[in-house]
């Protein structure tokens, strides 16, 4: 099997690499290992002056920042460093406005580039900060995570978390490239590299059922630290968003089937309140089974295809039901209240991703909230 869009490098080469194709802002998506520590000549091309501003984050920092500033002294590519607390709660306003006086106490020009170097947390504020720092400074990701890689690096969404929802406050900015290095997933936490996976199974059950059988055989291996599985999951999660952004950047049609699992999931973060109890990936997991739930509640999608999705991720070690989240606080209602604050409401209606069976997704306008609450109800007294 091989990724949609892959263009494999030659032998010798570290990296695959694939496009993402938005006409004049194209840019590339570079897929291997060693690339933090290369990652000075593969920029070069794509920077307007030989001027960098590093974001990372206290994780992140000890690890790898050292790796990528000689990258860049390398190619004599000025830089400076922020680094940022770890963690979601790191995405709001405050944060946000300290990044930004941090970059113009750094006397950024337009020309300066924005270099996130980090998971799916770093990629969005510092992404974001670029966006709108005189409006618009250039944006490299340097994803560290297998969440950051197969999604949030690619397609140009950033934003922040606010106390009426997640990422409700951003800006669509691409960037000029992705340098998505799998070695360095092998120095994240087991509970990180699950939640990533969350998001490599949605591009299976989205529209690509042979990939979702692909990890039912591989997906342990992934997870355990097969470099092959990691590198082709990465690159064909990528190559697929990387399909439908080209086809709809705005979110204003089939872009919005990424977000399968994500209603539900971010209703579920925002309950828990962006915390440790509950992990992006691991909410898109609860949701995408919540999703399944529905589509079969309506008459849409055969139960043994929610039974297989069910018992995948459960075999990855992501959680598949509410049990344990915030005790007995989390109830149908609240996740109701929170997803009329989605960012998908149309005219006061929910749009919901449903699923006709594995890789069957599609885009429903018009689903009765009554079903919505029946599916919630029943998981949270389960």
Not at 210 to 224: P, Q, R, V, Y
Not at 278 to 300: K, P, Y
Request: aromatic residues 4%.
């Amino acid at each position: 099997m091989t990724a949609r869009g892959q263009r494999t490098a030659p032998p010798g080469q570290p990296a695959a690499s694939l496009k993402v194709e938005l006409g004049r802002r194209s840019y590339d998506i570079f897929v291997g290992e060693g690339l933090v520590a290369a990652a000075g000549r593969h920029m070069l091309p794509v920077l307007a002056q030989p001027r960098t501003v590093i974001v990372t984050d206290s994780n992140v920092a000890p690890l790898y920042l050292a790796a990528l500033e000689a990258a860049l002294d390398e190619v004599d590519v000025e830089h400076t460093a922020i680094v940022l607390a770890a963690g979601e709660r790191t995405k709001d306003f405050g944060h946000l406005r300290q990044l930004t006086d941090d970059l113009l106490d750094a006397r950024v020009e337009r020309s300066t580039t924005v270099v996130a170097l980090g998971g799916g947390v770093v990629g969005d504020i510092a992404g974001f900060a670029a966006a709108i720092t005189l409006r618009g400074l250039a944006c490299v990701q340097v994803p560290t995570t297998l969440l950051a890689q197969v999604d949030s690096a690619v397609g140009g969404k950033t934003g922040i978390n606010t106390a009426h929802g997640k990422n409700l406050i951003g800006a669509f900015h691409q960037p000029r490239l992705v340098l998505a290095d799998i070695a360095t997933l092998d120095t994240l936490a087991p509970r990180e590299l699950r939640a990533g996976y969350a998001e490599v199974v949605k591009y299976g059950v989205l529209d690509d059922p042979a990939f979702f059988t692909w990890l039912e055989a591989n997906g342990k291996s992934l997870l355990d630290g097969d470099t092959d599985a990691r590198r082709h999951a990465v690159l064909t999660s990528c190559a697929a968003k990387a399909a439908i952004v080209a086809d709809d950047e705005r979110e204003t049609g089939r872009r919005a089937l990424l977000n399968l699992g994500h209603t539900f999931g971010h209703a579920l973060e925002v309950e828990t309140g962006y915390g440790d109890s509950l992990m992006h990936g691991e909410a898109v997991a609860i949701g995408m089974v919540l999703a399944f739930d529905l589509s079969v509640r309506l008459g849409l999608c055969p139960a043994e295809d929610r039974e297989r999705v069910r018992r995948h991720l459960a075999a990855a070690g992501l959680p598949v039901g509410l049990g344990g989240l915030a005790g007995s606080s989390v109830s149908a209602g609240a996740l109701l209240a929170h997803m009329g604050m989605d960012k998908k409401v149309r005219a006061g209606k929910l749009t919901f991703v449903l699923v006709r069976g594995i890789g069957k997704a599609f885009i429903a306008h018009d689903v009765d909230p009554g079903d919505v609450g029946a599916v919630l109800e029943n998981a949270v007294t389960a």
